[in-house]
């Protein structure tokens, strides 16, 4: 099974910008779908994006869509999470997920998963 790592979290203000990065332990993301989730304090995990096996396939979830952005380098065996205009209900624990193939929108729907970073939006 995949094995993946997220990292570039951290403290951002309200209207600024924090990308984050999801490596893979091996050369699969040609295989899986990735996709970014999040948990608040007290809620649920939700789905925020999403890019397809082939990458021509991508989903954003409404409160975050024209803000963020998914994309990969295969190469370097990464998704990232492109987030501009944060506010500070972005803040949660961001997690990174695998699944086959197609993108979902429903963390249940995914099977492999890191160990999240924080990111926290506040002044």
């Known amino acids: 099974q995949v094995q993946l790592v997220e990292s570039g979290g951290g403290l951002v203000q309200p209207g600024g910008s924090l990308r984050l990065s999801c490596v893979a332990s091996?050369?699969?993301?040609?295989?899986?779908?990735i996709g970014w989730h999040r948990q608040a304090p007290g809620k649920a995990r939700e789905g925020v994006s999403c890019?397809?096996?082939?990458?021509?396939?991508?989903y954003v979830a409404e409160p975050v869509k024209g803000r963020f952005t998914i994309s990969r380098d295969l190469a370097a065996n990464t998704v990232f999470l492109q987030m501009n205009s944060v506010k500070p209900e972005d803040t949660a624990v961001y997690y990174c997920a695998a699944r086959n193939t197609y993108c979902s929108g429903d963390p249940r729907d995914y099977d492999n998963w890191g160990q999240g970073t924080q990111v926290t939006v506040s002044s």
């Open positions: 890019i397809s096996s082939s990458g021509r396939s991508t």
């Open positions: 091996e050369s699969t993301l040609d295989s899986y779908a």
